[in-house]
């Protein structure tokens, strides 16, 4: 199973980014795949979560309006759109998969995980 994860980099402040997250190796239709992010010297966080099989998303109360969770079914890919980016998102961002059952805001039911990539946001 491999997420492959790819799209951040530098941005200012107030611009754009859309990272992509490629899902291989097994069948994910009744999973949650979800974007979390770790700052330096900061617990890994929440961002955004879909479950495959519904139309439901799931966003951390403040990133909601500028963040938006997507897919492409046919390419299985998951994307993360982040619109109006502050220094205060500068991160490592992960995508991950968690089996059904589990709450898409908890890091801990994440089966599987990407290998992160980083964005950074300058002021």
């Known amino acids: 199973v491999q997420l492959q994860a790819s799209g951040g980099g530098l941005v200012q402040a107030g611009g754009s980014l859309r990272l992509s997250c490629a899902a291989s190796?097994?069948?994910?239709?009744?999973?949650?795949m979800g974007w979390f992010r770790q700052a330096p010297g900061k617990e890994r966080e929440f961002v955004a979560a879909?479950?495959?099989?519904?139309?439901?998303?799931y966003y951390a109360d403040s990133l909601k309006g500028r963040f938006t969770i997507s897919r492409d079914n046919a390419k299985s890919t998951v994307y993360l759109q982040m619109n109006s980016l502050k220094p205060e998102d500068t991160a490592v961002y992960y995508c991950a998969a968690a089996p059904p059952g589990y709450s898409a805001q908890y890091a801990g039911g994440y089966r599987y995980w990407g290998q992160g990539t980083l964005v950074t946001v300058s002021s």
């Open positions: 879909f479950r495959w099989s519904s139309t439901n998303t």
């Open positions: 190796g097994r069948t994910f239709s009744a999973y949650v």
